[in-house]
């Protein structure tokens, strides 16, 4: 009598998974060409105004570019790892 109510109990817990399932299934992101489309159209656009930022000018010393000029002319002036290719000393 127990392996009967055993699986009872597990054919009980599998209708109760397998019935719960399309709950979950809904919010899938669809897999065909057309269902992308018309979920990118169904969505309110984003803001897309142009941030406003000084990172790339040249004229800012902290800027990026400023940044790795200045690592690159240290490097080159050897305050890196100089007269190495791939990690080995070149010959003289």
Known sequence: MKALKAA???AGSIAIAA???PAFAGDLTPSSLNGGLDTLTGQ???DTKPVSTNMLDTENKDS???TVA???DALN???GPAG???GV????
Request: net charge neutral; proline share 4%; no cysteine.
């Open 8 to 10: 009872a109990v597990l």
């Open 19 to 21: 019935s719960a399932a």
């Open 44 to 46: 309110s656009l984003l």
């Open 64 to 66: 990026v570019v400023n």
């Open 70 to 72: 200045d690592a690159v």
């Open 77 to 79: 002036s050897g305050g």
């Open 84 to 86: 190495l290719l791939g």
């Open 89 to 92: 000393p070149l010959g003289k």
